[in-house]
């Protein structure tokens, strides 16, 4: 293809014309930018879209925390979830909090 480019040149150059070569509207690349979308709109479109999802997730949200959570009743204390059979080495008010009785 760069060799064709080169050749169209040479010859333009040769006949003494421009060397702009006139390009056809249906050869011409498009990008994706460019185009039929107004970019204005788009971004306006999408504005809106941001606005009504965060009004939506905001409606979810406060619906479910007003609604609240089951509350269950505590379980019996069974012995053998805390079985100490000796004080830690740090004594019976834990390493970092004290207890005050």
């Not at 333009?12 to 390009?23: I, M, N, P, Q, T």
């Not at 994706?32 to 809106?48: F, M, N, P, Q, V």
């Not at 609604?67 to 019976?92: D, S, T, V």
Request: aromatic share 8%.
């Amino acid at each position: 293809m760069a060799t064709a480019i080169v050749r169209s040149g040479l010859r333009s150059a040769r006949r003494g014309g421009a060397s702009v070569s006139h390009v056809s509207p249906a050869t011409k690349r498009s990008f994706a930018s460019s185009g039929h979308h107004d970019e204005a709109a788009e971004a306006s479109k999408w504005e809106k879209i941001t606005y009504a999802g965060i009004a939506t997730c905001t409606i979810l949200s406060i619906y479910n925390l007003s609604k609240g959570h089951p509350h269950h009743e505590e379980p019996p204390p069974y012995a053998y979830l805390h079985i100490r059979n000796k004080e830690f080495p740090w004594g019976p008010d834990g390493l970092f909090e004290v207890k005050h009785h």
